[in-house]
């Protein structure tokens, strides 16, 4: 178990329609990053916060947007979903992006979009 | 802009027997290393880094890593393989985007272990 935890584990929505994946990362990490996984693209990464600022974009399409909260949560949110977005959704946490540390990686949630 | 290839979809190896995942990377400045592992419908899992010092880095579960700069290769070793082992392993590289750190990853290679 990394400490990082992710909800919901699963979620089935249809095309056109937006939803929220919600992050907790590891305790004392302020450091939380998005990655999408998908067969054709591979582990890509979407976006990343460091203690409630945006630090980092990746290959993160305009209809999707993330924050983090003063609590260090983080939410994704996808909207106008296409049948291209399903994919493997991870979160990831770090103490600190400038030092090299290594990112620990939560158990994902898997979107269906019909 | 930083990359990183592993040039094998699939490596089979025999339990006992030694394995090798490659891995080569591309990264202006001074290269920041690492492999993570994936199992079935878990997330991925440090496995060990290379930030400086010593070629040969050991990390978890009995595998390690040899540096070569020369080459620009950093590939996975284990001494003897075990079933268990067998899940995606992903190579990463950690460099500057713009103003900001991050980690980009390879395309993954599928280990398995034939008993």
């Known amino acids: 178990d990394s400490g990082v935890t992710q909800t919901p584990k699963h979620l089935i929505t249809a095309t056109g329609q937006r939803v929220t994946l919600r992050c907790s990362p590891r305790?004392?990490?302020?450091?939380v990053y998005w990655y999408q996984q998908s067969l054709d693209q591979g582990l890509q990464f979407l976006i990343q916060?460091?203690?409630?600022?945006?630090?980092a974009k990746g290959n993160i399409l305009e209809r999707f947007s993330a924050q983090q909260f003063p609590d260090l949560h983080s939410e994704l949110n996808l909207s106008s979903l296409e049948l291209g977005d399903s994919a493997l959704y991870f979160c990831?946490?770090?103490?600190?992006?400038?030092?090299?540390?290594?990112?620990?990686f939560g158990p994902g949630t898997r979107l269906t979009v019909l | 802009a930083q990359s990183v290839a592993q040039p094998e979809d699939q490596v089979n190896v025999a339990e006992g027997n030694p394995l090798t995942v490659k891995c080569t990377y591309s990264?202006?400045?001074?290269?920041?290393l690492f492999w993570y592992v994936q199992y079935p419908n878990r997330g991925l899992q440090f496995l060990l880094k290379?930030?400086?010092?010593?070629?040969l880095v050991k990390g978890s579960y009995g595998f390690e890593a040899e540096f070569n700069k020369s080459q620009t290769s950093f590939h996975l070793k284990k001494p003897s393989a075990l079933v268990s082992d067998s899940a995606l392993y992903f190579c990463?590289?950690?460099?500057?985007?713009?103003?900001?750190?991050?980690?980009?990853f390879g395309s993954g290679t599928q280990l398995t272990v034939l008993p």
């Open positions: 990831a946490s770090s103490v600190d992006p400038g030092r090299h540390n290594e990112q620990f």
């Open positions: 305790s004392g990490d302020l450091s």
């Open positions: 916060y460091y203690n409630g600022e945006e630090r």
């Open positions: 990264v202006s400045g001074n290269p920041y």
């Open positions: 290379y930030i400086t010092g010593d070629n």
């Open positions: 990463a590289v950690s460099g500057f985007s713009g103003s900001a750190r991050q980690l980009t």
